[in-house]
């Protein structure tokens, strides 16, 4: 009986080791093929330090990291206030906020011209009464970024928040403590790993923002062409998939440098909270 039960479980073990292996496999090979081909290319490594790359790698971490500083200022207490307020509409808020997620890119770049651009909804009234254009700038960049990548950090946030226990924070009132200390004392330090799971995800999401960036903001070099965009323009130019692979590995190595950095000091920065 004891050998009949083990080997139902040794089969399981089995196929789930295999499918970790799969899904594994899967995820390591294109940057197994990015760095074969680099070590196969002596060109690649030249163009990793081209001034177009350099560029595109420099917009794309200035705008992302400006993008993620924006959300983090206008959605922790949009995301704080829809988890403890309840109101008419509530809902529809909610789904407003999370809509961008589900959107392909493209739809975005089209709806971001239609609010912001020359003729959109606000972008008209800036232009014509101030001068100030939106569209096809860097600004345009940042807006882009935070458009679809906001929303990752509303929800991770909304989800924190949502698992702080209330009574704590009337604990707190009774103790003599303001909501805005209340808030930065108790809320925020239990909340703190999907505040910083959220960060992490909408800054990697605005620095691999594409096609709401390219409709909204276009293409041009020094100005709105990020690594995504420089790595497009890349294939379609005689630069082929060498040059677009020094910008994958170049974009790569920055990312992590910056992500690496962002978990240590977020780390720090929680214990001390």
């Known amino acids: 009986m004891p050998r009949s039960l083990r080997l139902p479980t040794a089969f399981t ?3 789930m080791g295999t499918l970790i292996v799969i ?13 074969e081909h680099a070590l196969r290319d002596s060109d690649t490594w030249d163009r990793v330090f081209s001034e177009t790359a350099a560029n595109a790698v420099i917009l794309s971490l200035v705008t992302s990291t400006i993008a993620l500083a924006l959300a983090i200022l206008l959605g922790t207490p949009t995301a704080y206030w829809l988890v403890r307020s309840k109101f008419r509409g509530h809902r529809i808020l909610e789904a407003l906020l999370d809509l961008p997620i589900l959107l392909p890119p493209t739809v975005a770049g089209v709806a971001l011209l239609t609010a912001f651009g020359r003729r959109g909804i606000l972008g008209q009234p800036l232009d014509e009464g101030f001068g100030l ?7 345009a960049v940042v807006l882009a970024q935070l458009f679809v990548a906001g929303p990752f950090y509303v929800r991770s946030a909304r989800a924190g928040f949502a698992s702080v226990d209330e009574e704590l924070e009337s604990i707190a009132y009774t103790l003599g403590a303001s909501r805005l200390k209340t808030f930065f004392r108790v809320v925020v330090p239990l909340a703190w790993p999907s505040l910083v799971g959220g960060a992490m995800l909408c800054w990697a999401r605005a620095m691999g923002e594409l096609g709401a960036t390219l409709l909204f903001a276009g293409n041009i070099e020094g100005a709105t062409q990020t690594a995504p965009l420089a790595i497009l323009t890349a294939l379609e130019s005689s630069a082929g998939l060498t040059g677009a692979v020094a910008i994958s590995l ?7 440098a910056v992500l690496g950095g962002f978990w240590l000091t977020a780390s720090r920065f929680g214990h001390r909270l």
């Open 250 to 256: 170049l974009l790569i190595g920055a990312g992590a």
């Open 13 to 15: 073990a089995a196929g």
């Open 23 to 35: 899904f594994g496999v899967f995820f390591a090979l294109p940057f197994v093929g990015l760095a």
């Open 133 to 139: 254009t939106l569209g096809f700038t860097t600004t």
